[in-house]
């Protein structure tokens, strides 16, 4: 039943009998007013709009069309609704930040504006003088002090941040695609944009490695976990340190995992741990970055290069078997060999590198190693979250080696690094040379060691981001496949571009997405077009390490180790993340295609 309104201006609207609509207010067409409700003097409420149960607005009130508001909610002046917001039963707007019963201060009202398509969950408050985005979501029983972005999920008292939600409602996943009705959207900084509201092509410019996007994602859980340190202040080997190491030699599957200071550290503490030194050889690879090289060197030992597979830039299982002979017969006829003076070489080790995230071919690597009694320590630098055979990488050698640097696929926001074995020795030694080669006592020093501990804050970053680490392998793999199927007609070119290949019982988990071009002037070529439209590239490694200036005294000559030569001439990455959208990848294969 309809009641009389008092306002000319009231017009083709339902209102029930018990509902109370005060002079000049204006109420659009299709409205609702049900029981108890009462609509104050000067409020304007829009077209379609369903008010609830014992519901108050205004005065001075200003709502949108198409808004729902549910039963036992007050809206009071100082908030202006948009169009198509919903409210949920019995939540809660405050005009007043710090009101009094006996001093009157609606002269300090704080507006609130809540903007289009906004969902307010059941018994919510928001405090004044917030803005709450287009399409966000606050949970129910949510405490909003602070202003929220446009499709943010929020929850809690005080409010934070878990995620995002498309302009349907469903939460989005990881890539930013809605899981119920497929739009996409894109990270802008620390908000997100719908595709269809940004420009044809992707903005400039485009992110090469987007931690922006992470961290906008995880930025409470961040917060929280460095808030938590700060407020213990145990800032030196703290449990949070302890934390990470449980759940890293959990993920990879070994007894023992040993943070330290950076990835380097790690190499330099496993070869300490094998007491390397003066006159032994350590057999690598020169398509590398130098720290590979630079911690052999750092302790007087000789690395002895070997070239690498031209499809999986790994170290070449074959040529690694001749190098080992070559040194222990001392005839470079077999293999180029280091100068390395008078002193002749003792085979010890081999650091075998999983370049740009794919494990290298363990089984051969480790059975040529055991024929020889050489150790195996597995640089796992850029491979944390791949896989070699069902195992996760850095279970693969005797010890293996992770870098944490913050462009990594597991990184932190600074220099961090990881050892893993299954060797107990081998980690009471590598627990002892992080600290100074540490003993039962601080001070009782059983070893040289070296200040190799991972910070306590960099620690609790990585506990935060490991949370959605599993999810972002997932991802990187997924954009590789989209990669793969957009770009593969590259190859057919008159100059091809030659894509990764991953050999079966492996998982890379793409610390980068790296081709290889017809030769350097092509690079060049296609590496300026792909600037000139936003896309970013970089090159991996664009001068192998026996030419490099420090390697020069082991007397390597161009030409020694051709495939790395190759490889260095006409490799270059393109942007890869977890957070890489289709469409961006779309156009980055439409402008390669546009260049051919």
Known sequence: MQSTAKSKDVKNVFVHRSAVVDDQVKIGEGTKIWHFSHILSRSMIGEQCNIGQNVVIGPDVTIGRQCKIQNNVSVYKGVTLEDDVFCGPSMVFTNIYNPRAAIRKMDQVRPTLVKRGATIGANATIVCGTTLGRYCFIGAGTVVTRDVPDYALVVGNPSRQIGWVCTCGERLSGNLICPACKQEFRQMGDHIELETTLHSTPRNPMHFIDLASQQARIKQQIDNRIQAVLAHGKYIMGPEVQELEEKLAEYVGVKHAVGCASGTDALLMALMAFEIGPGDAIFTTPFTFIATVEVIRLLGATPVFVDIDPLTFNIDPSKLESAINAVKTGDPSL?????????????????????????????????????????????????????????????????????????????????????????????????????????????????????????????????????????????????????????????????????????????????????????????????????????????????????????????????????????????????????????????IAEMLNHDR
């Open 335 to 587: 293999h180029p060999l280091p100068d390395h003076g008078a002193r002749p070489l003792s085979p010890r080790g081999i650091i075998a590198v999983d370049l740009f995230g794919l494990p290298a071919e363990y089984d051969r690597i480790n059975a040529i190693a055991r024929a020889s009694d050489l150790f195996v320590i597995q640089d796992a630098a850029q491979s944390f979250g791949g896989q070699y055979k069902g195992q996760r990488s850095c279970g693969q050698g005797d010890i293996g080696c992770t870098s944490f640097f913050p462009a990594k696929p597991l990184g932190c926001y600074g220099d961090g690094g990881m050892c893993f074995t299954d060797n107990d020795e081998l980690a009471v030694s590598l627990s002892s040379i992080r600290l100074h080669g540490k003993g039962t006592h601080k001070y009782d020093n059983m070893r040289i060691g070296i200040n190799g501990r991972l910070d306590t804050l960099q620690a609790a970053i990585l506990n935060a981001k490991f949370d959605i680490f599993p999810e972002e392998v997932e991802l990187r793999n997924q954009a590789a496949m989209r990669y793969a199927e957009l770009l593969s007609s590259l190859a057919s070119y008159e100059l091809p571009i030659t894509l990764p290949r991953i050999p079966a019982g492996c998982q890379s988990v793409w610390a980068q997405y790296s081709v290889l071009s017809h030769d350097e002037n092509h690079r060049t070529r296609v590496q300026n077009a792909l600037k000139e439209v936003g896309i970013p590239t970089a090159i991996y490694y664009p001068k192998p390490l026996h030419l490099q200036t420090a390697c020069a005294s082991l007397g390597y000559q161009a030409g020694a180790f051709p495939i790395s030569e190759d490889c260095s001439n006409r490799i270059f990455s393109l942007p890869m993340h977890p957070y890489l959208t289709e469409k961006d990848q779309k156009y």
